[in-house]
């Protein structure tokens, strides 16, 4: 049912924690299956590179390996690049996802979108065009929610 690579981050996650001094904090949840996910990113400000990412996610195992998947995509990367994964990138990254699982990569997705949403209105800036935000988090408090996908 699961690949290897699934089975593997859900089994020794990686980036699993909090970051004290985040300056981006990502939170969604989907209230039909009860996953949770809160991403922290540790962003420098001068080069808007991910420098560090760890996350905390309450559900199944699916949820906690796209969670994992999902941070190794992002660190090191520009906020740019991190903005452009898409939760086809880390089902691909994890080498597939049953169906029924497939929200599960959609939350990961969502929770580094709503982390890039947090750095913007920490920092005073309008996001870019293009950022998606589905609504789904408590952390945005004015941006205009677009339907899902």
Known sequence: MYSEKVMDHFSNPRNVGEIEDANAVGEVGNPQCGDIMKIYMKINE???IIEDVKFKTFGCGAAIA???MATELVKG???DEAMQMTNKAVVEALDGL???KLHC???AEEAVQSAIFNYYENRGMTPPEGLKCSGCCGSCHHHHHEEEE
Do not use: D, G, I
């Open 46 to 48: 001068e080069t808007n």
């Open 66 to 68: 796209t969670s994992s």
């Open 77 to 79: 990367k520009s906020v």
């Open 98 to 100: 049953p169906p029924v």
């Open 105 to 107: 990569s959609v939350l």
